[in-house]
């Protein structure tokens, strides 16, 4: 098993910067992926940012060039978010894969970016 605990998040500007951090305890050995999705209401989940154990990060299109991944890649991972959208807002997720295909989730954060 493992937990996720995020924290982070909150409401900007348009053009601001945010930090949200997640640590994950308990089994983190067995993390193979670690990063962050997000979701609106009515929406499906979609992935932000990922990093595999190993180092190699992936970032949604919508994203790429404005957040970025820092961490360990096993059990601390940060997303920095900058030059913040208004379609940016979300609940975000912090997530956990493991070698066994278990994903886990944290408990999510709201992003607000007003225009």
């Known amino acids: 098993q493992v937990q996720l605990v995020e924290s982070g998040g909150g409401l900007v500007e348009a053009g601001e910067s945010l930090r949200l951090s997640c640590a994950a305890s308990?089994?983190?050995?067995?993390?193979?992926?670690i990063g962050w999705y997000r979701q609106n209401p009515g929406n499906e989940r979609e992935l932000v940012a990922m990093?595999?154990?190993?180092?190699?990060r992936n970032y949604a299109d919508s994203v790429r060039g404005r957040f970025s991944l820092s961490g360990n890649n096993a059990d601390l991972v940060d997303l920095q978010m900058n030059s913040l959208k208004p379609e940016d807002t979300a609940v975000y997720y912090c997530?956990?894969?493991?070698?066994?295909?278990?994903?886990?989730w944290g408990q999510g954060t709201q992003v607000t970016v007003s225009s």
């Open positions: 308990g089994s983190t050995f067995s993390i193979k992926n």
């Open positions: 997530f956990a894969r493991d070698y066994s295909e278990n994903t886990y």
């Open positions: 990093t595999t154990r190993h180092g190699n």
